[in-house]
C-alpha cells in the first residue's frame, strides 16, 4: 500500500481543525486536512452560522411586527421559508469556498473521506469513489467534532424527530414544532420558528427553561423575556411515548398531558464524532458521551495525537475550539502560547441576546471569594431607547481584595459584542477601574459597561 507521508494530519476542518492547520502550515509544517463532509465542520454548515442567521431574519420580522410604534406602516408581509433556506445556503457556500480557497493558497493537502486509524501513525480516508487513500505523519490531530444525542426510540420516525443537522433544510416551515431540551440550541431555534409564526412548545425535565450554569439575575430575565415572546414553555416533564398519526406526531407526556405537532426538534446534548475513527485500535480513550480524554497538552493516550474542539467536550463553542486548534499547535511547534480561557465568553443570540464571561454570583459565594457586585438596568441607557431594546441588564462580580474583575454577565441588546470588552480588561488584570474610566461614546451600549463598573462602591 502506498502512503502519503507528512509532518502533521489534522482530522476534521470545523473550526479548531482549520485554526490547527493553519497555525502549523505557518510554522512551516507539510499539512494534511482530512475532512469526511463540508469543509467548515458544524459551526458553518449546520451550527453558529446559520443559526444566528436564521435569528437574524428572526429579530428582522420581530422590527416589521413593531414598525407601527416607529412611525412606519407596513400592511402587509408574507414569509417565504425556502427562500429564507436558499438564503441561508447561500452564505453557506460562499464561506465553504472561502474556506477552501484558503487551503489551496496555504498549499494545504486537502482529502475528502473519513478517516479511519490503521495504526498509530497511519490512516485511511475512504473517498467517495470508493477508493482508499493512506496518509502517515508524525503527529496526529483529532479535530472531528460532536454530534447530536440520538435516542433509539426516535429512529423509525427521523422524518419527525429532526435535530440540528437537519432542520434548517427542511424547505417548509412547521406549523407546530415541539423541542426537547430547552438549553442554548433548544431555546434558540424556539426564538427563531417562534418568531417566523410556527406554535413552539419547548420541554424540558428541569424546573426551568436554560437549565445551564448562568447567574441567577439573567436567567431570571430570560424566563421573563420568553414569557413575553409568548414561546410555550413545558417543564419538569419528560416525553414518555409517541405515535405518528395523520402526518402528525402525537408526544404521550410525563405528566399525563399530550401534544400534537408536525415537527420534534431533539435538542438534548451532544456527543463526540468519533465513529470510523477506530480508536479501540489504538487505545485512546473516551468518555460515555463518546468525548475523548486529553491531558492539558490536548494528547490523547497516545501522546502524539491530540485531540481538540468539541470532540475533547471541554467547551462545545466554535471559538474556543478555534483557540484549542492555535494552541495545540503552538504547543506542538514550540511558539510561546498566550491563549487565555479564564474569561472566555460564552453566548446566546435569543432576543434579547446573553452573554458572559468568568464567574457567575453563586460560584463567587461557593470559592468564599471577597467580593462585590454591580448591576446596571439596560432601561437607564439613551441607546437602548433608541434601539427599542430596553430589556436587560449588566452584572459584575469584582473581587473585593483585587478589584480585579472575576465575572461579567450580561443581558440585553449587542450583549454578544459588549462581552469581548470585559473579556480584553479580564484577560489583560485589568481593575474594574479601567472600566468605569471609560469614556464611552454616546450614546452605544457600551456605557452600560461605564456605568456599571461606576456603581461598583469603594
Ligand atoms: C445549532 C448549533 C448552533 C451553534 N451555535 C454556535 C454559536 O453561535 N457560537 C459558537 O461558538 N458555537 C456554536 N455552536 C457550536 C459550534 O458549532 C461547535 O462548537 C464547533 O463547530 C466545534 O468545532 P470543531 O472544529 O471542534 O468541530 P466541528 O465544527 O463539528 O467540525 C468537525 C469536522 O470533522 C469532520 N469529521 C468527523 N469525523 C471525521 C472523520 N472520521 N474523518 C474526517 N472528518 C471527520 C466533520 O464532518 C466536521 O466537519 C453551535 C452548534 C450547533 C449545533
Given at each position: 500500500m502506498e502512503t502519503k507521508k507528512f509532518d502533521c494530519i489534522v482530522i476534521g476542518v470545523g473550526p479548531a481543525g482549520l485554526s490547527c492547520a493553519l497555525t502549523l502550515k505557518n510554522a512551516g509544517k507539510n499539512i494534511a486536512v482530512i475532512e469526511s463532509a463540508e469543509l467548515g465542520g458544524t459551526c458553518l454548515n449546520?451550527?453558529?452560522?446559520?443559526?444566528?442567521?436564521?435569528?437574524?431574519?428572526?429579530?428582522?420580522?420581530k422590527k416589521i411586527k413593531s414598525a407601527n410604534t416607529l412611525g412606519i406602516e407596513i400592511l402587509d408581509y408574507k414569509i417565504n421559508f425556502s427562500k429564507i433556506i436558499e438564503y441561508k445556503n447561500s452564505v453557506i457556500n460562499i464561506h465553504r469556498k472561502g474556506i477552501w480557497q484558503t487551503l489551496k493558497n496555504q498549499k494545504i493537502s486537502y482529502f475528502s473521506g473519513a478517516a479511519s486509524f490503521i495504526d498509530e501513525h497511519t490512516l485511511a480516508v475512504a473517498q467517495s469513489d470508493n477508493s482508499i487513500e493512506y496518509l502517515s505523519a508524525d503527529i496526529i490531530i483529532i479535530a472531528t467534532g460532536a454530534k447530536p444525542a440520538y435516542p433509539a426510540e426516535f429512529t423509525n420516525?427521523?422524518?419527525?424527530?429532526?435535530?440540528?443537522?437537519?432542520?434548517?433544510?427542511?424547505?417548509?416551515?412547521?406549523?407546530?414544532?415541539?423541542?426537547?431540551?430547552?438549553?442554548?440550541?433548544?431555546?434558540?431555534?424556539a426564538y427563531f420558528f417562534n418568531e417566523i409564526g410556527t406554535i413552539v412548545y419547548l420541554i424540558d425535565t428541569a424546573e426551568?427553561?436554560?437549565?445551564?450554569?448562568?447567574?441567577?439575575?439573567?436567567?431570571?430575565?430570560?424566563?421573563?423575556?420568553?414569557?413575553?415572546?409568548?414561546?410555550?414553555?413545558?417543564?419538569?416533564?419528560?416525553?414518555?411515548?409517541?405515535?405518528?398519526?395523520?402526518?402528525?406526531?402525537?408526544?404521550?407526556?410525563?405528566?399525563?398531558?399530550?401534544?400534537?405537532?408536525?415537527?420534534?426538534?431533539?435538542?438534548?446534548?451532544?456527543?463526540?464524532?468519533?465513529?470510523?475513527?477506530?480508536?479501540?485500535?489504538?487505545?485512546?480513550?473516551?468518555?460515555?458521551?463518546?468525548?475523548?480524554?486529553?491531558?492539558?497538552?490536548?494528547?490523547?493516550?497516545?501522546?502524539?495525537?491530540?485531540?481538540?474542539?468539541?470532540?475533547?467536550?471541554?467547551?462545545?463553542?466554535?471559538?474556543?475550539?478555534?483557540?484549542?486548534?492555535?494552541?495545540v499547535a503552538e504547543i506542538i511547534v514550540g511558539i510561546r502560547d498566550n491563549t487565555k480561557f479564564n474569561a472566555v465568553?460564552?453566548?446566546?443570540?435569543?432576543?434579547?441576546?446573553?452573554?458572559?464571561?468568568?464567574?457567575?454570583?453563586?460560584?463567587?459565594?461557593?470559592?468564599?471569594?471577597?467580593?462585590?457586585?454591580?448591576?446596571?438596568?439596560l432601561r437607564g441607557l439613551g441607546r437602548a431607547h433608541t434601539l427599542g431594546e430596553i430589556s436587560g441588564l449588566v452584572k459584575f462580580i469584582v473581587d473585593a481584595d483585587t478589584e480585579l474583575i472575576i465575572g461579567c454577565h450580561i443581558i440585553g441588546a449587542r450583549a454578544t459584542e459588549l462581552i469581548h470588552t470585559v473579556q480584553l480588561a479580564m484577560n489583560n488584570n485589568l481593575k474594574i477601574s479601567a472600566l468605569a474610566e471609560l469614556i464611552a461614546a454616546h450614546p452605544s451600549m457600551s456605557e452600560a459597561l461605564m456605568e456599571t463598573a461606576r456603581l461598583i462602591e469603594d
Open positions: 449546520r451550527g453558529c452560522i446559520p443559526t444566528t442567521l436564521l435569528l437574524n431574519i428572526g429579530e428582522f420580522l420516525a427521523r422524518n419527525y424527530f429532526l435535530t440540528s443537522e437537519n432542520i434548517m433544510d427542511l424547505t417548509e416551515a412547521p406549523k407546530r414544532l415541539a423541542i426537547i431540551g430547552a438549553g442554548v440550541t433548544g431555546c434558540e431555534f426551568t427553561s436554560l437549565p445551564i450554569k448562568i447567574d441567577s439575575e439573567i436567567h431570571q430575565i430570560f424566563i421573563r423575556e420568553i414569557k413575553k415572546n409568548k414561546i410555550n414553555t413545558i417543564n419538569a416533564v419528560s416525553v414518555s411515548s409517541y405515535s405518528i398519526e395523520n402526518e402528525s406526531v402525537l408526544l404521550n407526556l410525563s405528566n399525563g398531558d399530550s401534544l400534537a405537532v408536525d415537527k420534534v426538534l431533539l435538542a438534548i446534548g451532544r456527543a463526540g464524532s468519533i465513529a470510523n475513527l477506530n480508536l479501540e485500535k489504538i487505545g485512546i480513550k473516551y468518555n460515555h458521551k463518546n468525548f475523548i480524554e486529553t491531558n492539558e497538552k490536548y494528547q490523547t493516550a497516545q501522546k502524539h495525537i491530540y485531540a481538540i474542539g468539541d470532540v475533547a467536550g471541554k467547551y462545545l463553542y466554535a471559538h474556543t475550539a478555534a483557540a484549542e486548534g492555535k494552541q465568553p460564552f453566548t446566546i443570540f435569543t432576543y434579547p441576546e446573553l452573554a458572559w464571561c468568568g464567574l457567575t454570583e453563586q460560584e463567587a459565594i461557593d470559592k468564599k471569594i471577597n467580593y462585590k457586585k454591580s448591576i446596571y438596568h
